[in-house]
């Protein structure tokens, strides 16, 4: 259930919000994982429920960090582009087209940052279920 191995295109904002969506499937079942992976009281000598929970804890948080990397990272080309447009600006202010990819750029590091909220809701969200699991496993304070 760990994050599917994907490369991203920072280009493409929409195409970009499509790969974070299927990246944050973890997140989206992890109610339905924990349900069906966490013993009852009838079957808790057959399943290891700690090592299940640390295997579920490990892919969450390896989930979190790369998608956060991801947005990290493409807010950092995009930007890059953004201070190369303006300078591009200052010597032709006058370029219509160059105004208009300029703008687009901006718009798209909003986008971007914006996209950075929405992951700290959908972590807290999985770590709140995820703290269903304490009882078998106690991450490290680190984290």
Request: charged share 30%; proline share 3%.
């Amino acid at each position: 259930m760990a994050a599917p191995s994907t490369s991203f295109n920072c280009e493409d904002f929409s195409e970009f919000q499509e790969t974070l969506r299927l990246m944050r499937t973890i997140d989206d079942r992890i109610i339905h994982k924990l349900n069906t992976t966490l013993p009852t009281v009838s079957f808790e000598g057959k399943v290891d429920a700690t090592e299940t929970c640390k295997q579920l804890y490990d892919s969450l948080m390896e989930a979190h960090s790369s998608r956060d990397k991801a947005i990290k990272t493409c807010i950092a080309q995009t930007s890059c582009v953004v201070s190369q447009l303006r300078g591009e600006r200052e010597k032709d202010a006058d370029n219509l087209t160059l105004i208009k990819q300029l703008r687009k750029e901006q718009t798209k590091v909003k986008l971007l940052q914006s996209e950075l909220n929405v992951e700290e809701v959908v972590n807290d969200r999985s770590i709140k279920v995820f703290n269903g699991c304490r009882v078998h496993y106690k991450p490290p304070k680190s984290q």
